[in-house]
């Protein structure tokens, strides 16, 4: 009888002592400096939202929460130094849409996007749209179907580089609508656009904010943005599947991720903290004026997102036969 009561003590001061772990990690969190890694360079979407978001952050908890660009190797370089992170809550990732490509896009990576990450919550998701050079006779993205099938091969498409989700938005195109079309990778988004401007290429998918001044100047013809529903930044411009391709939507999404095993706490914590921050009036309109949308979600939600994506950028990269390394 002795024995038994020993046995239930002991298992009562276990549950305790992890209830009281979890209180105290919940209560006491944070009680440092938080870093936020970006795995691109300074002055993309990816650090202008990790910077609007550590900002007020550090306004609402007053630790300091520092954003640390990691650039190289299509963002899995600041993405494996994350993985390899304490799980403690101190260091969060903030990652785009390559996020979900790469692992089909390379032979090996130094990670496992599933079981490395606990996700926290999406953060908005940016439009993209399809613009041609005034010499392509297609007013509509339901003429460049049938413009590219009657000229199998003829017609090329730019990107910022091979495996980005401009070039993937170009490959799922190309199988959703049935046609061949030539890829042309540059070194960045930036030369792309020139090449196309200057007549070097036909088309190309690029960040809708960015192209709109070269629409209205005339250089270059919009066709139809990426997204499922129309963008407020520019709503004359019709969709994908009201231009004849049902089903096409590659919109570019931004989420927080932290390291696998973090607390469940704090991962709630942060998705609490994140969601109000992403719904403040003045931080919506303002990311909306720069071409992104705020999604925040819940941990599960966008573990589920993840997932989707996978399997939705493997197959592209499949028939594509796209690859990074």
């Not at 900002?55 to 963002?75: F, Y």
């Not at 990652?95 to 606990?118: C, E, Q, R, T």
């Not at 999406?122 to 993209?128: D, S």
């Amino acid at each position: 009888m002795r024995e038994v009561s020993r046995v239930v003590v002991l298992v009562l001061a276990l549950l305790w002592g992890a209830g009281a772990r979890a209180v105290i990690a919940q209560d006491y969190y944070p009680s440092k400096p938080i870093r936020l890694v970006v795995p691109f360079g300074a002055g993309g979407t990816t650090d202008v939202l990790a910077r609007a978001i550590g900002q007020r952050l550090t306004e609402a908890w007053g630790q300091p929460v520092v954003v640390e660009n990691r650039p190289g190797a299509g963002g899995n370089i600041g993405t494996e130094s994350v993985a390899k992170s304490a799980a403690d809550g101190y260091t969060m990732l903030l990652i785009s849409v390559g996020f979900a490509s790469n692992p089909a896009l390379y032979s090996k990576l130094p990670f496992d996007p599933i079981k490395d990450f606990a996700p926290v919550t999406l953060v908005a998701t940016t439009q993209n749209v399809l613009i041609v050079h005034p010499s392509v006779p297609a007013r509509s993205a339901r003429e460049l179907i049938q413009l590219a099938k009657s000229r199998p091969g003829q017609l090329n498409f730019g990107s910022s580089g091979t495996g980005t989700s401009q070039h993937l938005a170009g490959e799922l195109f190309k199988s959703m609508a049935g046609v061949q079309m030539q890829h042309v990778p540059y070194r960045g988004s930036a030369p792309a656009l020139t090449a196309l401007i200057g007549g070097e290429v036909s088309l190309m998918f690029n960040n809708l904010l960015t192209a709109l001044p070269h629409v209205k100047a005339g250089r270059l013809r919009a066709l139809a943005v990426t997204s499922a529903e129309r963008s407020p930044a520019a709503p004359e411009i019709p969709t994908m599947a009201e231009s004849g391709l049902p089903g096409y939507d590659v919109s570019t999404w931004y989420g927080l991720l932290v390291p696998a095993g973090t607390p469940k706490e704090i991962v709630a914590r942060l998705n609490a903290e994140v969601v109000r921050i992403l719904n403040l009036p003045e931080l919506k309109e303002r990311l909306r004026s720069q071409g992104a949308d705020v999604i925040p979600s819940t941990p599960d939600q966008f573990a589920a997102h993840i997932r989707q994506e996978m399997v939705k950028w493997a197959q592209v990269v499949r028939q594509s036969g796209a690859r990074a390394d």
